[in-house]
């Protein structure tokens, strides 16, 4: 915990690690808030919210109303349990909008139990699988690789009134650079 702030202060990732589960598995993440080097002024605390998943207890999802979350220099853990198969997304719900600009936004995937077992299709084509989007039991949701895709936007106005410690245009944004996986194109296509 000591090293957190040397170590990662000015070393932000867009997007987020993409976080991978077996279902049924257990998650405890610390989530530590090292504040900005860049804009002192600002004290936000930052959460972790997983979109869409269910079953969170209201005091680990992340919405800064019914939940903790870690002030500057703080850190707060978390405990999810991974019960539901499914591609979700995890974000900071403080500030949501702003904190998504600023790339606090990234994947999580729930491997479903039937992951590893074979399967081959009843369709005529003699496809196998031993990965699987949910436990369909039939092989149908089968696949062969997987790739994080993270689609996001950034909004130029935004980020150099938010620097230049301007009053922010909330209701204007306007995403003016799409990005796949934190890049924006050319690097989408490199």
């Given at each position: ?12 990732r ?9 279902q ?6 610390t989530?530590?808030?090292?504040g ?9 605390p930052?959460?972790v919210h997983?979109?869409?998943f269910?079953?969170?207890a209201?005091?680990?999802d ?7 979350t870690?002030n ?9 349990k991974a019960?539901v ?9 403080v500030?949501?909008a ?16 039937q992951?590893g077992t074979a ?6 084509t003699a496809?196998?699988?031993s990965?699987f989007a ?5 092989g149908?949701?089968g ?6 895709l ?12 938010h ?6 245009p ?11 996986n934190?890049?924006g ?6």
């Amino acid at each position: 915990p000591a090293r957190v702030v040397p170590d990662f202060t000015l070393k932000a990732r867009s997007p987020a690690p993409t976080i991978v589960l077996d279902q049924d598995q257990e998650l405890y993440l610390t989530m530590s808030n090292v504040g900005m080097v860049m804009r002192p002024d600002l004290f936000d605390p930052h959460s972790v919210h997983y979109h869409g998943f269910p079953n969170a207890a209201p005091i680990f999802d992340g919405l800064p109303e019914p939940s903790p979350t870690a002030n500057m220099g703080a850190s707060f853990s978390y405990y999810y349990k991974a019960a539901v198969p499914g591609t979700y997304f995890y974000h900071c719900h403080v500030e949501a909008a702003e904190h998504m600009q600023m790339g606090m936004i990234g994947n999580t995937w729930i491997r479903p139990r039937q992951n590893g077992t074979a399967y081959v299709l009843q369709d005529g084509t003699a496809r196998s699988f031993s990965l699987f989007a949910y436990n369909d039991g039939d092989g149908s949701t089968g696949y062969d690789k997987d790739y994080p895709l993270q689609m996001t936007g950034f909004d130029s106005v935004f980020h150099d009134q938010h620097i230049a410690v301007q009053p922010l245009p909330f209701a204007a944004m306007f995403d003016n650079y799409p990005m796949i996986n934190g890049r924006g194109y050319p690097d989408t296509a490199n």
